[in-house]
């Protein structure tokens, strides 16, 4: 069975600086997606970048990209130029054949001004 | 902004009552999911459907129903509700199975006293 894990249950970045959070995940699939969501305090979740893995090219999107290693079933994710809104719970997910992406137990991120 | 909509956005109910979780999307998506949410901000996926007339259980049991008369419409019921089941619960929508790309409603949060 597919596994993610997030290591990191919180942490903190300063303001404008960047901060990775460390996602791996255990499949023995060889087509999938991965992805990481972003929910703020009370807010909708919503999807932050998205990687399928026959792509070697890391995604990006604007201030977040990622760093996707699939030898190593790694996937961080990196914000640059930390504000303010990125302040949430990040969550990092797998979608595999089974259909339902199956969810880390998430990174708290604080921004500290 | 997903167009996928959760009512009510909080409930507070004694127990035993009844109560049914308003989900509705307006992108045409055909899959559709409810997950809870615990304290510790872990999700669980307790249903799910791929369409009208079609519901699946997910990986948390659950003691809710739901059903699925209408593409649109997703709603999860608790037929006597119990202090169990305070949680914040997340409904959600893809356009496609495989791709999992979520669309997430802003979230129930039920508290039974």
């Known amino acids: 069975a597919q596994t993610v894990t997030q290591s990191q249950p919180e942490m903190s970045v300063q303001e404008a600086e960047t901060v990775t959070l460390s996602c791996t995940y255990d499949?023995?699939?060889?087509?999938?997606?991965l992805f990481w969501y972003k929910q703020p305090p009370s807010r909708q979740m919503i999807l932050v970048i998205r990687?399928?893995?026959?792509?070697?090219q890391n995604a990006t999107e604007n201030r977040f990209s990622v760093n996707f290693q699939k030898a190593a079933k790694s996937f961080s994710l990196k914000i640059s130029d930390s504000q303010l809104g990125d302040a949430a719970m990040y969550f990092c997910a797998y979608g595999g054949s089974q259909g339902n992406l199956i969810f880390g137990k998430g990174t708290k991120l604080s921004v500290k001004p | 902004e997903a167009d996928i909509y959760q009512t009510p956005r909080y409930l507070v109910i004694g127990t035993g009552k009844k109560i049914t979780l308003e989900c509705s999307q307006t992108?045409?998506?055909?899959?559709m999911y409810w997950y809870q949410q615990d304290p510790g901000m872990e999700l669980h996926l307790i249903h799910y459907?791929?369409?009208?007339?079609?519901?699946e259980k997910g990986d948390l049991s659950s003691e809710s129903t739901v059903s699925r008369i209408r593409t649109e419409h997703f709603p999860l019921t608790l037929e006597s509700a119990r202090p169990s089941h305070t949680s914040q619960y997340l409904c959600?929508?893809?356009?496609?199975?495989?791709?999992?790309?979520?669309?997430f409603g802003s979230g129930t949060q039920l508290s039974v006293l």
């Open positions: 499949t023995s699939e060889s087509d999938y997606y």
């Open positions: 459907s791929y369409g009208v007339n079609s519901t």
């Open positions: 959600a929508s893809s356009e496609r199975v495989g791709d999992e790309k979520l669309f």
């Open positions: 990687q399928e893995a026959y792509k070697q």
């Open positions: 992108m045409g998506h055909d899959k």
